[in-house]
């Protein structure tokens, strides 16, 4: 079973930068593709980005496009997304996923 550990969320002020990271264990890393997906107060959790398996391609939600940047470190089994010109509607809790397989999740709080 695969495990899935977020860290690096916080209070940023709007403009702020953050960087998400997530370390996995227990599955093969590099045989899958892994997500984002963020869940704002009273919301549904919706999807954020996407990383094919070799890194090679990446996905966005319309509203983050050139703003977040996934990654992923293969030979760490990580995955981590640059967030950079925070908004307030940016904030939410942000899961990393591959499968059915969830994290706990990080808080990001974008206010002033």
């Known amino acids: 079973q695969g495990q899935l550990v977020e860290s690096g969320g916080g209070l940023v002020q709007p403009g702020g930068s953050l960087r998400l990271s997530c370390a996995t264990s227990?599955?093969?890393?590099?045989?899958?593709?892994m997500f984002w997906y963020r869940q704002a107060p009273g919301k549904e959790r919706e999807w954020v980005a996407t990383i094919t398996k070799d890194g090679g391609g990446t996905n966005y939600e319309k509203s983050v496009k050139g703003r977040f940047t996934i990654s992923r470190d293969n030979a760490q089994s990580t995955v981590s997304l640059q967030m950079n010109s925070l908004r307030p509607e940016d904030t939410g809790v942000y899961y990393c996923?591959?499968?059915?397989?969830w994290g706990q999740g990080t808080q990001v709080i974008v206010s002033a």
């Open positions: 996923n591959y499968l059915n397989h």
């Open positions: 227990g599955f093969t890393f590099v045989n899958y593709a």
